[in-house]
């Protein structure tokens, strides 16, 4: 009865990650939360494929990271069989390279998180993809509701745990963060039998990232609260003072009704009554 | 009212001279009660040390010596002052523009805005002889009123339903034909999940320019082709990368100081050309209604919080549902059983953030004060008018909050009944 649901290309963009106490290689967890709903999306819809690709330099310690993801496979013969790696010298852009290679075999979704781990972690490169391709983009996704005829229902992470409803024209790039459902874990046996298919690609480096100063992250100073005053009373005053009112609106001697009328108000002109 | 004090030196003379008819009249009306001071006979200084001071709120008498207390209408007149304090600022023709694009969430300024505005603010009096000028781009319809003392020289209003939602091509149009026509020197975003940190990446993109992320510090520096060096946040918060400062600038919260000297004209502009709607190939089908109750309390929108007051538990859990609220609780509502322990809201609980936080029979315990330091509008249902929650709160309604509760839903579900028979 349903209408033939045609599966979907999907490729999900995976790097190194780098655990935030330890600062060992692992999967990055946004990417990882990405492949997550690219598997769910490939239960969802029959047919549909995941691949992963990376773009970056081949080292025993990145290897180990990046066959975390081929271990999120959901079964024997669930695809997760290979990754592809575009094989790059340390420190080089990736953009080129993926922008180059997605171009030459154009997928329908591309799946990542929205920033890195490790290095700059500007979170540019979805955009810097998207603005190649010509693809529209969508960050913070939560779920994928539906694709049907090339156009995707998607559902977006808003602040305060809202949810927006979006339509988009296939192909499209899609970033997820912390708002997408969570990894699963990743087995070791078939992470270890999958295979990295591997090809070196040419590619420049980044020179204006070597110009910069890295330093480990110091702690932001707090802000303190100033206080312009000019006599010692305003100054003490400042320091000793308690919440005070601001010149709310205080009601007295009001019937319920009239309160929840000017309840009502309030919460109308902030909008957050629906 | 004149801002000028007139001097009246007859009734100061009669003020001093205490043997005068009209003495007490004078000094009741100048406002000082007994005289403490005066100029005896033989032209000494005579001073009754009962009749300083003031009785303050406590009952206990208090002697201020800063000189503010001593007359009425002083008082009232340096506490205008103080509000008043902010010195005016028009620039005409500024050398350069520094644009901000403001998060604007409900139509208002955020603290993360007020910081940013702060930024280009030094970004644009750096050089005092060649003063820059902070346009604002903002979107949808507007709720603020203090763009100007905010820091906003210009001002460029788009109130367009193209703008409202998730658009950013639209806005992005916009901001391309600001470059354009305006060409400002930098360009600053907050980089907050508001919308800004989306933006301003597609801004700097469509520019060809590589943006700095994260940005927290900006410092002088010579040798920049700015002229200024940034520091900003990478990799995952773990590292600090330092560069010059390139023209588009995604900063963090709390990266300068917000504005509070000066007031600014906040003229408004308008763009010469038209600009171009290219076909969006991403539609806004608007919010989908999540449950409340699944909410993280600590980044709930609209809170309903119970405290001791509240005696009618159903009738706040039926409150809560109709209006769509997330449940909160004091802690003795939640030591008492009535609501459970990640309830809490306080400095032993949550810290919520919430744009409304609706207290109903909370009396606002320091502590819970503390916690809802970050919410935006407090109202307060209260059987007590003298507590420190009404103090705080920006709407206070005295009253059993069962019954009014009971009125508050019938008022929505009777609205919300009226726009179902309306459509």
Redesign the interface.
Known sequence: MRPEQQGVEVTVLVSVG?H?VT?RARRADQDARGLELALGLERQLAGSRVSLLHAGARGEESEAALRGYLGMAAGAGMGLASLTLLEQAEGSDAIPALAEYLAGAPPQLVVTGS??????????LP??LA?RLGW?????LAAVEMIENGVA?L??A????????????LP?IVSV?GAAPAARQSAFGPARRAELEATSVDAEPDY?LA????????K?PK?LK?V?AA???DRFKAAAA?????G???????T??Q??????K??K?????? | MSEIRRRDPRREWIVRNRLHAEHARALAEQGGGAASEWLGPSGLIRKYPHAIGFIGPNGIKRIDRSGAQQCGQAVGGARQAAQDRRRNVTIEAPAFLVAVVPDMPGGRLSNHDRDLLGLARRLADADPERPGAVLAVVFGELKEQGFGEAGIDRLLHLGDDTYVGFAPEARLAVLTAVERELAPRHWLLPDSPLGGADLGRRLALRLDERPATGVWQIEADAESPMGWRCTGRGGAESLDIQRPLPRVALALAECAEPVDETRHAAEALSLAEAILSALSRIEDLGHVAVDPAGVALAEAEFILSAGNGVKDWEGFHHAARVLGATEGASRVAVDDGFMARHRQVGATGTWVTARVYLAVGISGAIQHLQGIQGCDKVVAINLDPGCDMIKRADLAVIGDSAEILAALVAKVEQQRGGQRDAA
């Open positions: 780098r935030p600062g920033r890195a781990e490790r290095n700059e972690g500007s979170g540019l955009y810097a603005e529209p983009l969508v960050n913070g229902t559902l977006q808003l602040p305060r745990g809202q949810r927006r409803r979006l339509k988009v024209r499209a963060d204006e110009e910069w100063q890295l330093a480990p992250a110091r932001r802000r100033i312009k006599s010692a009373r308690k919440a005070e009112g601001r709310g609106q205080l009601l007295t001697d009001v319920p009704q309160g929840a009328e000017a309840i009502v309030l919460l002109a902030e909008g957050v009554l629906r």
